[in-house]
Nanobody, 130 residues
Framework: QVQLVESGGGSVQAGESLRLSCVASYASSGYTDGAYCTGWFRQVPGKSREVVATIYTGDSTTYYADSVKGRFTISQDKAKNTLYLQMTSLKLEDTAMYYC???????????????????WGQGTQVTVSS
């Protein structure tokens, strides 16, 4: 069982930056006993959840949605069991609820389909204004 807790959301102006954090708590044997696909999705009201970025904990292979490439960076700190999303040059269209997610995986080709993931945080709101 994995519990994920996000933080770092807030209200910023376009062009500014934010860093989201997601702390993972592992109820069983621990983070390093197996690799995970973990990442960030986002959702706005009335729309489906979309992938933002993923990272494979085994070898740090990353994936980014085209809409955030060059602006967002996903990273992990295994010692702290923490996932990060550094967001720069924020745009109005980045406004959404951001969710941290994870699933055990044996491949570094992390799925970009939200229903494939089985652990989710409660979400943190990011609001970008002009």
């Amino acid at each position: 069982q994995v519990q994920l807790v996000e933080s770092g959301g807030g209200s910023v102006q376009a062009g500014e930056s934010l860093r989201l954090s997601c702390v993972a708590s592992y109820a069983s044997s621990g983070y390093t006993d197996g690799a995970y696909c973990t990442g960030w999705f986002r959702q706005v009201p009335g729309k489906s959840r979309e992938v933002v970025a993923t990272i494979y904990t085994g070898d740090s292979t990353t994936y980014y949605a085209d809409s955030v490439k060059g602006r967002f960076t996903i990273s992990q700190d295994k010692a702290k069991n923490t996932l990060y999303l550094q967001m720069t040059s924020l745009k109005l269209e980045d406004t959404a609820m951001y969710y941290c997610t994870a699933r055990t995986a044996s491949s570094n080709h992390c799925n970009t389909y939200d229903l494939w993931y089985n652990y989710w945080g409660q979400g943190t709101q990011v609001t970008v204004s002009s």
